[in-house]
């Protein structure tokens, strides 16, 4: 499979942490950023729980998960300081968008704003509402290249107008790994009159969240990334005052229930349908069981990912002959770099880049590299989560040299 023999027997040394995963050890595996992966515990631990279900699955829902259910949701608002009565849970941050998005009312000629640098999901979310009330998107074009996170701030604020209605702002965006200054972004644009959807599909295990003091009218984020949960493990936000806006994507028994307004919102966003619980059940050992790994917890955990990130976004720029996109400052778990002229260019008719088939297959390197057609260039983008160690930056860094 891989490129010589020298590649094959001499795979690079994950970190000490690695041993709680069950990755595959003959992959270095640098995009934890897209899927995550959970640790072999947590996952144990989900199977334990799903074969409780099956022994009864009538005494599971009706009585079993409720006190479940209710830990997760304190857990997770606990670890963003969020108002649980606001917490709800989706399978992915896009679903949280779309439950956002369709459930707004927009007038012909109302604008969104959406950054260039947006996930593209969610951005066609936008564009498909804005088809269907008359509304108008309004794409704000931030360079790859930024030198301070003023910047940003600037080029956001200038494309609102009195038209005005929202904003969809990320915490790290995903196809380039940029840490946008959200909190300061939201803090302005609210204080225009304009609500903010904050996407922080990287947000929690990868930025430090607090949500009472951010006050933002809407965040959805992923926990199946940084936070290491099982698949299908995401959540929606929604600010008190913004409740009554928002339905779930899926209308079920909670609509005609007569209930108080805090009862019919739980029942609403909890049961939707039929559905494995399970994923978000496991918010709270995933949480408990990450902090427990790392000397000085969390804060731990997030220090010394983005150290590991600068460190390999260093040895990645210099083998691509590339400069840092970014300031350090704004540089989290994920870095991406542009990727020179001189590499072969994507074939629009191959699914994959050929720099990304190549490292898989010739050099047994899992890292995403893609064609973003809103900077019309080609970027690869490492993560550093837990498991990784510094060897496997310097065996990517070779990897690209010989790619040149």
């Not at 000629?109 to 066609?124: K, L, R, T």
């Not at 984020?221 to 005052?241: Q, V």
């Not at 804060?299 to 210099?318: F, Q, S, V």
């Not at 057609?373 to 550093?384: G, Q, V």
Request: aromatic share 10%; hydrophobic share 40%; proline share 6%.
């Amino acid at each position: 499979m891989f490129k010589g023999c020298d590649w094959l027997n001499n795979r690079p040394q994950r970190s000490e942490f690695a041993k709680y995963w069950g990755l595959d050890p003959e992959i270095t595996f640098l995009n934890h950023g897209s899927f995550g992966a959970c640790p072999t515990e947590i996952l144990d631990y989900q199977s334990k729980m799903r074969l409780q279900l099956e022994t009864d699955p009538v005494r599971f829902f009706e009585y079993e998960c409720l006190p479940l259910w209710h830990n997760a949701i304190e857990s997770l608002s606990r670890f963003i300081n969020a108002n649980p009565e606001g917490m709800t849970f989706q399978n992915n941050a896009t679903a949280g968008v779309n439950s956002v998005l369709r459930s707004l009312k927009f007038e012909q000629g109302d604008e969104i704003i959406v950054p260039n640098h947006s996930y593209q999901a969610c951005w066609n979310a936008i564009e498909f509402v804005a088809k269907r009330w008359g509304a108008k998107v309004i794409v704000v074009d931030i360079p790859f290249i930024i030198e301070e996170e003023d910047q940003i701030i600037e080029l956001i604020l200038t494309a609102i107008t009195e038209r005005t209605k929202l904003a969809l702002i990320d915490t790290v965006t995903s196809p380039t790994g940029m840490r946008m200054p959200f909190e300061r972004l939201i803090t302005e644009i609210q204080s225009r009159g304009i609500d903010v959807l904050l996407d922080a599909a990287h947000g929690p295990g990868i930025v430090p969240l607090n949500l009472k003091k951010l006050d933002v009218a809407y965040m959805t984020g992923n926990c199946h990334k940084w936070l290491c949960t099982p698949k299908g493990s995401a959540f929606l936000h929604i600010r008190e005052d913004r409740k009554s806006l928002i339905k779930p994507l899926n209308i079920s028994h909670g609509y005609s229930a007569d209930l108080n307004t805090q009862e019919k919102f739980r029942f609403e966003f909890d049961w939707t349908g039929t559905q494995d619980p399970t994923p978000w059940l496991c918010i709270p050992k995933a949480i408990d069981f990450l902090e427990s790994k790392v000397a000085g917890g969390w804060p731990g955990i997030l220090d010394r990912n983005r150290k590991l990130a600068i460190y390999g976004r260093k040895l990645m720029c210099e083998a691509l002959g590339s400069e840092p996109s970014i300031p350090e400052s704004m540089v989290t778990s994920l870095a991406a770099a542009e990727i020179s002229s001189k590499i072969k260019t994507k074939d629009e008719n191959l699914q994959f880049d050929p720099l990304h088939t190549s490292l898989f297959e010739d050099y047994g390197i899992q890292i995403p590299v893609w064609h973003w057609p809103h900077h019309n260039t080609r970027y690869i983008r490492l993560s550093a989560a837990l498991y990784n160690g510094e060897e496997e930056y310097q065996d990517l860094a070779k990897a690209l040299e010989e790619s040149l």
